[in-house]
């Protein structure tokens, strides 16, 4: 059975103007996800079919529900987290 095991970075705090980054780099995370299946053929649909590959999320990302727009913040605040964690980017020098 699978076993997810991010690498921690609880132990990463971001400079506080890399925060105000979270929010647009949210937004890119739901406009690269539904560029995405619009090129696979999805539509938009209010309720989930992947049968016709409908759903209700292909929407812009200000008509989100509260839910997923926290899961697009995590998925950016996460990837900067990890770029400072594996020394990609050194916030002190910033």
Do not use: C, F, Q
Not at 5 to 27: G, M, N, Q, Y
Not at 30 to 59: F, N, Q
Request: no cysteine.
């Amino acid at each position: 059975m699978y076993e997810p095991k991010p690498i921690d970075t609880s132990d990463v705090t971001l400079p506080a103007e890399w925060l105000v980054l979270t929010e647009r780099l949210a937004e890119n995370v739901h406009e690269v996800w539904a560029a995405g299946r619009i090129a696979e053929g999805w539509t938009y649909g209010e309720a989930k079919d992947v049968e016709k590959k409908k759903t209700p999320l292909l929407v812009p990302y200000a008509e989100l529900p509260e839910t997923e727009k926290d899961y697009d913040r995590n998925t950016a605040l996460e990837t900067m987290k990890i770029v400072v964690k594996l020394g990609l980017v050194n916030i002190e020098t910033i």
